[in-house]
């Protein structure tokens, strides 16, 4: 029963993403999947994840604000800012349940919070957000090398070293920071790792 439904959410993700953007998806999901295994989280659960977390991605940012609006989902001036950047997590969650018929919880967390985190993550929703940012195709990360070997070991230390390197990048760059990146910066670190 499952492996059709990854058949099916294959196939819907393959029309509805880019070319780049349906590898990236891919290779999301498999990593997700590896790091479930690796750390006794449910696979399936993390392969849903991996292949719906970008499926609002190549939607326009008009029509991402158009859907939050629609659901009533607070847009705060920095997800307005960056939309395709930010707004994308929030729709996709509200996707995957609406038209992908997907009501696990833990899944639409782990898609709605896999750019910006959040305070106290499920297990599954650390695994997303840190498969997104390791995955193979990546490149251009800070620390990559040193990160995906810690992504194996323990996630927690591995998502605070993610949301360090993210918070410093924005910051040397000029970018803006979403107030939840920081908040689960500050829980994570609070925690002492």
């Keep these: 029963m499952i492996t059709a439904k990854l058949k099916k959410l294959r196939k819907a993700m393959e029309k509805e993403l880019n070319h780049k953007r349906y590898e990236h998806t891919l290779s999301v999901a498999y990593t997700a ?3 479930a295994m690796v750390h006794n ?7 849903i994840g991996g292949m719906l977390h970008d ?3 190549c939607i326009s940012d008009n029509k991402l604000i158009a859907i939050c609006e ?3 989902l607070n847009i705060s001036e920095v997800e307005m800012n960056n939309p395709s950047a930010l707004l994308h997590a929030k729709v996709g969650a509200v996707l995957a349940n609406d038209k992908y018929g997907i009501n696990d919880e833990d899944i639409l967390n782990a898609i709605k919070y896999h750019t910006t985190g959040r305070p106290n993550m499920s297990k599954l929703e650390k695994i997303l957000y840190i498969a997104d940012y390791i995955e193979p195709g990546r490149k251009h990360a800070p ?5 995906r070997a810690m992504a194996y070991q323990d ?3 591995t998502l605070l070293k993610i949301l ?3 918070l410093v990048y924005l910051t040397s760059s000029d970018g803006q920071i979403d107030p939840m990146t920081k908040k689960t910066y500050d829980y994570y670190k609070n925690l002492n790792i």
């Design 70 to 72: 629609k659901h009533s």
């Design 41 to 47: 989280s449910d696979t399936n659960s993390a392969l």
């Design 55 to 57: 499926c609002a991605k």
């Design 33 to 35: 999947a590896n790091l």
């Design 143 to 147: 620390n990559l090398k040193q990160i």
């Design 164 to 166: 360090e390197d993210t």
């Design 155 to 157: 996630l927690d230390k």
